[in-house]
């Protein structure tokens, strides 16, 4: 491809002084200003992000960004057009560099979009600039060309098909469409080529995110209360510890507080719960989950009851050394890794295993650290936790 090499032909810094008199430029009329901000609009990514301007001018674009909300970088090779997009600028989340646009003096930062208005044409490897632009943007970032073809006996500029073949390598979506025939953008009719194209990086892979479960253990003496769940549509008929979900902006103890109270109505204080055991799980077929355990001692925060009869169909007491089979296999693991004074736990089911406990046949949790040594106390040595059977 002939490079192009116009750019040495046009002293920007004496353009700038009547760069804004062109209506696309300036934008001073509000008609033309309204048709840039709607465009942008649908090229600029929905939330506030960074935006890279590159051969800003005199920052009229730049501008439109920010009142959108954008964190605008600008760039200019001028120092005149530079000084006169900072004049624009100020004010706004926005910074003016003076520099190349081909290779923007931004210090290895990454941006979320980067927008160039008739620049691409002018450096003379248009292909070159385009893979040093792309490594400028986050995933999911963008890049917003606006070019086009100019002059009919010695057109000069870059015709769309070389625009979108020198792109389509480096993006996964791309958009292009004719400006030519909206006369709002240029403050009137053009009879040349002018376009956009917006090609888009992909998004990056969602954060890995888990549920987080919180469980209480609620002790008498060497009893636990377990509660059989009915008509939740999960492991309905079997027994379970009182728990349920942490919600957005709860920590696990306030989740915990919430819980005991909406199922077994304690009305729990901070202090009477103790952290005991973590258990990452995977249940058959589902994605896995975080399930804290805690401890309080029965008579904290009230006697339990039924306060949820519509999900749950009976409350008991169960010895510790003695529990039902028809448990939940979770429940029944972290109850187990407790009572053998494991702290943290891996309990990853395989899909054809039962959500119900199923004796040896039900994966074992695996402990990720040992359990406690119990130091011998005055009178003689307590022993080891008793397994659950």
Not at 154 to 183: C, F, K, N, Q, Y
Not at 274 to 302: D, I, K, L, S
Not at 367 to 376: D, E, G, H, K
Request: charged share 25%; aromatic share 6%.
């Amino acid at each position: 491809m002939t490079p192009n090499e116009p750019a040495a032909e046009i002293d920007w810094d004496t353009a700038a002084a009547t760069f804004d008199d062109e209506p696309d430029h300036g934008l001073r009329e509000q008609a033309v200003r309204q048709a840039w901000a709607e465009r942008l609009a649908q090229w600029l990514p929905d939330t506030p992000g960074d935006v890279l301007d590159l051969g800003c001018g005199t920052g009229s674009l730049a501008l439109l960004a920010a009142e959108r909300g954008h964190r605008v970088t600008a760039v200019d090779l001028s120092p005149a057009m530079a000084a006169r997009a900072r004049e624009k600028l100020a004010g706004h989340d926005a910074e003016v560099l003076t520099g190349d646009a081909g290779h923007p003096p931004v210090a290895g930062r990454k941006f979320d979009a980067v927008l160039a208005r008739h620049v691409l044409w002018l450096l003379p490897d248009p292909e070159a600039v385009l893979r040093h632009w792309h490594t400028l943007l986050r995933p999911g970032g963008r890049l917003i060309l606006v070019e086009g073809v100019w002059g009919a006996t010695h057109p000069r500029g870059l015709p769309m098909p070389r625009v979108i073949e020198a792109l389509s390598p480096l993006v996964t979506r791309l958009h292009s469409e004719r400006l030519s025939a909206d006369a709002r953008l240029w403050g009137g009719p053009v009879d040349d080529e002018r376009y956009a194209v917006v090609g888009m990086l992909p998004e990056p892979p969602p954060r890995h995110a888990e549920i987080v479960d919180v469980h209480l253990i609620l002790r008498r003496r060497d009893e636990v209360l377990l509660a059989r769940r009915a008509n939740t549509g999960y492991a309905d008929g079997l027994w379970n510890l009182p728990s349920g979900h942490m919600e957005d902006h709860e920590d696990v103890r306030a989740a915990m507080i919430r819980e005991a109270r909406e199922e077994i109505g304690l009305a729990l204080a901070p202090g009477d719960l103790r952290a005991e055991a973590v258990v990452q799980h995977r249940g058959p077929g589902e994605a896995p989950r975080m399930g804290w355990f805690f401890t309080a001692e029965y008579g904290a925060g009230g006697e339990p009851f039924n306060a949820e009869p519509d999900k749950c169909a009976e409350l008991a007491w169960h010895p510790l050394t003695a529990l039902p089979h028809d448990m939940v296999a979770y429940c029944r693991e972290g109850l187990s890794a407790w009572h053998r004074g494991e702290r943290f736990t891996v309990h990853w089911q395989s899909d054809e295993e039962p959500v119900a406990y199923d004796g040896e046949r039900t994966t074992a949790s695996v402990p990720l650290a040992p359990a406690p040594r119990v130091r011998p106390c005055r009178g003689g040595s307590p022993g080891p936790r008793t397994p659950v059977p």
